[in-house]
């Protein structure tokens, strides 16, 4: 690989809220470094609310972020900032994208907002680009070598590996927490930290950043160790790899070799079905495009290997798993059926992961940002994706709502009011539960928090009138 071709992006965003599908990036901050970390290239925007969002008090308190920031009408709208940040991210490709819980963060408001603005949303994984996350990392590091870093802990004696806490603990001067670009460049002192401290893990971690390496690694080991986090806690097991699921190549199903596979081959299929939702779960998937923590069994700390059988008999097993295809094929079976139990999402938010864009649709959605505002509402009607016509509409709507018909704007107009208002068990934040919100936490605030809550409480107010009174 070449110098540009591994180069580092670091990014992290500030956003209303915390439901990744529902509430927007607010803020975009990142810093694309070379190897030893050097600063190459910088890029930080805002954008204003949209209109369909309602702000998190709760999250404008961490960061100080007030509403008229926010609504503020020189800052781009959503939609060019997004145009923006995909511009300087494709620049800057292919690099290793990293941020601070950024896999289940992120990722998912970056990939979200893509999505909502009809771009392909896996900037991050594709054409040579893969992503980790700094959080992951510094967990994993806390388990396998806990000497490398101080991790601070909470009053119940956890470890804290939120980076406004573990940064200042191990040096930097975090003053700015929350904003972008502070939380990049903690990001960045935290993982030169790592590269300097333990290289090899480090190295380790960026080698699985790649899908290929992830993959060529899970089908070439017999026996390997597989680690992930709950709740900040770690949790391993010793694994061997069955296949990739059928209906997503880049999840790769493995066994946890602490169950006897002979076990299993005497269950009917319901019992199988049971025993795969059971803990500890006989079956786990890798997700191969998202830096999952995996280990020779040689470097698998000992307390794991202790836990367990000789690896001798790990490898029979294993062996055993593998020969035997009919069990193979049940457990695909028995994990595919618990899978589709789900029922699909109602909201087109949730529905990111329900299929691809065809090469069709992909070329209108390009040609969607080359024409006229006047002439897009056509264009979205020849996409055949139902799910990429309702944001497309959307999207005019917010942008430029007099390309539309009178009479559709009418329309739009009022559907935002009752998804603002909605009385309904709903997965965004709405205007009365935002008002409650407020109500409840200016009881115990200072000063500072006061006089932002209650600017926020005016603008929320206005904005419930103004919802109520379209919908009398």
């Not at 388990?143 to 004696?157: C, E, I, Q, S, T």
């Not at 295809?325 to 457990?331: G, I, M, T």
């Not at 949730?350 to 864009?357: H, K, P, R, S």
Request: overall charge negative; hydrophobic content about 40%.
């Amino acid at each position: 690989m070449t110098q540009r071709e591994t180069s580092f992006v670091f990014y992290d965003t500030e956003t209303t809220g915390t439901e990744t599908a529902f509430d927007q990036i607010l803020q975009f901050g990142a810093i694309r470094t070379d190897r030893e970390f050097n600063e190459i290239d910088r890029f930080e925007i805002r954008s204003r609310l949209l209109p369909y969002i309602v702000p998190s008090p709760g999250a404008m308190c961490v960061t100080n972020v007030t509403i008229e920031q926010i609504t503020d009408p020189t800052l781009p709208s959503h939609y060019e900032m997004v145009r923006q940040i995909r511009a300087k991210l494709l620049e800057w490709s292919p690099a290793v994208f990293i941020g601070h819980n950024s896999i289940r963060f992120d990722e998912n408001l970056l990939r979200q907002a893509l999505y909502k603005t009809l771009h392909n949303p896996y900037l991050t994984n594709m054409n040579g680009n893969c992503r980790t996350d700094s959080m992951r990392m510094i967990q994993a590091i806390a388990r396998f070598v806990p000497d490398a870093l101080d991790v601070p802990r909470n009053y119940r004696g956890n470890q804290v590996f939120k980076l406004d806490q573990l940064a200042p603990a191990n040096g930097f001067d975090h003053d700015d927490a929350h904003d972008a670009i502070a939380d990049v460049k903690a990001t960045i002192y935290m993982c030169r930290l790592m590269a300097e401290r333990v290289p090899n893990y480090w190295s380790g971690f960026i080698h699985f950043a790649q899908k290929a390496a992830v993959t060529d690694f899970v089908y070439e080991e017999e026996v390997f160790s597989l680690t992930d986090f709950y709740f900040s806690k770690p949790y391993s097991w010793i694994v061997t790899t069955l296949d990739a699921n059928s209906g997503n190549k880049s999840e790769i199903l493995v066994f946890d070799l602490s169950n006897n596979p002979d076990d299993l081959t005497v269950m009917s299929d319901e019992e199988l079905m049971v025993r795969l939702e059971t803990r500890p779960k006989p079956v786990r998937s890798v997700r191969a495009n998202a830096c999952p923590i995996i280990l020779p069994y040689d470097d698998t700390p000992e307390d794991v290997r202790d836990a367990l059988l000789p690896i001798d008999n790990l490898r029979q097993r294993a062996a055993r798993i593998k020969k035997d295809s009919e069990l193979s094929k049940r457990l695909f079976k028995a994990f595919s059926q618990i899978h589709e139990l789900k029922e699909p999402s109602i909201h087109v938010e949730n529905q990111i992961y329900d299929g691809f864009a065809s090469d069709d649709d992909q070329a209108l959605m390009d040609r969607f940002h080359d024409i006229d505002w006047s002439q897009r509402s056509a264009l979205i009607e020849q996409i055949s994706d139902k799910r990429l016509r309702t944001l497309g509409q959307r999207l005019v709507y917010v942008e430029a709502p007099d390309a539309m018909l009178k009479s559709t704007r009418a329309e739009y107009d009022v559907a935002t009011a009752r998804r603002l208002m909605s009385d309904d068990e709903v997965p965004w934040l709405t205007l009365p539960k935002a008002l409650e919100q407020v109500g409840d936490m200016l009881n115990g605030v200072d000063d500072s928090k006061r006089v932002l809550l209650s600017d926020l409480r005016g603008y929320l107010t206005q904005c419930a009138e103004d919802a109520s009174s379209l919908l009398a």
